[in-house]
């Protein structure tokens, strides 16, 4: 069975700090990773997502995330915040080609200080 | 290339009326997924439709159900509405399962907003 554990549900950070947005999943086969991203009062958007090809894979608005199988860990970073990162963030999980089988997190909010 | 639709936008009901929302996929996609986002509840998969047939509900009463058309487009219906079901309605589309290559995400539109009084 897969899971998705997005650890910290709102996560604070100041205006062109690191900003780092845990996620860990539990898969037993490889798996297919995304991270979504939610505005107020919009849908979710695709930032990024892992595929198996690089472990290393780079998103919209200057998010990247690492894909470790030792760690079953897919965090999304950034380098500099912006104030306009200010959004909750989701990650999920799916095994294969189905997209029907995706698995989503709980959500992480992300709030920037200014 | 149009994204996903849904309408309306905001929708107001009152205890024990019914909604209906309305979804239209990206064209090319035949799967419709449907979500609940109460404040504070994240993401709950309500519904997913493909090839007109109901492939899977998540934890919802019989009260929430919908259906696909031929064009692939959906609606969601919540009946004897509950102050509960006040929440931000996700539809989501992506291509028929296993084709398109790993990972096919799902496609998400705005959002319909229930307000239930």
């Given at each position: 069975a897969q899971s998705v554990t997005q650890l910290g549900?709102?996560?604070?950070?100041s205006e062109g700090a690191l900003v780092?947005?845990?996620?860990?999943?539990?898969?037993?086969?490889?798996?297919?990773l995304f991270w979504y991203v939610q505005y107020p009062?919009?849908?979710?958007?695709?930032?990024?997502k892992y595929t198996s090809a690089a472990t290393?894979?780079?998103?919209?608005?200057g998010f990247e995330a690492e894909f470790k199988k030792s760690e079953t860990s897919f965090h999304l970073t950034k380098p500099s915040a912006h104030m306009s990162d200010?959004?909750?963030?989701?990650?999920?999980?799916?095994?294969?080609?189905?997209a029907s089988k995706i698995i989503f997190g709980s959500g992480t909010r992300l709030s920037i200080r200014p | 290339e149009a994204g996903v639709t849904q309408s309306p936008t905001h929708l107001i009901k009152t205890r024990g009326q019914q909604a209906t929302l309305r979804c239209s996929p990206i064209s090319g996609h035949t799967s419709v997924y449907w979500y609940q986002q109460a404040l504070g509840l994240g993401l709950q998969f309500l519904l997913w439709y493909d090839e007109g047939e109901e492939r899977n509900r998540g934890n919802f009463p019989p009260r929430f159900s919908g259906r696909q058309f031929p064009n692939y487009s959906s609606e969601l219906n919540v009946n004897a509405l509950e102050l509960e079901d006040?929440?931000?309605?996700?539809?989501?589309?992506?291509?028929?399962?296993?084709?398109?290559?790993?990972?096919?995400?799902?496609?998400?539109?705005?959002?319909?907003r229930l307000t239930v009084l």
């Open positions: 549900s709102h996560v604070s950070v780092l947005l845990r996620c860990n999943y539990s898969s037993s086969v490889p798996p297919y009062n919009q849908g979710l958007q695709l930032l990024l290393l894979v780079k998103g919209i608005n200010a959004a909750e963030y989701f990650c999920a999980v799916t095994h294969g080609s189905s | 006040s929440a931000l309605y996700l539809c989501a589309s992506s291509t028929t399962k296993g084709t398109g290559g790993p990972g096919n995400e799902q496609f998400f539109g705005p959002g319909t």
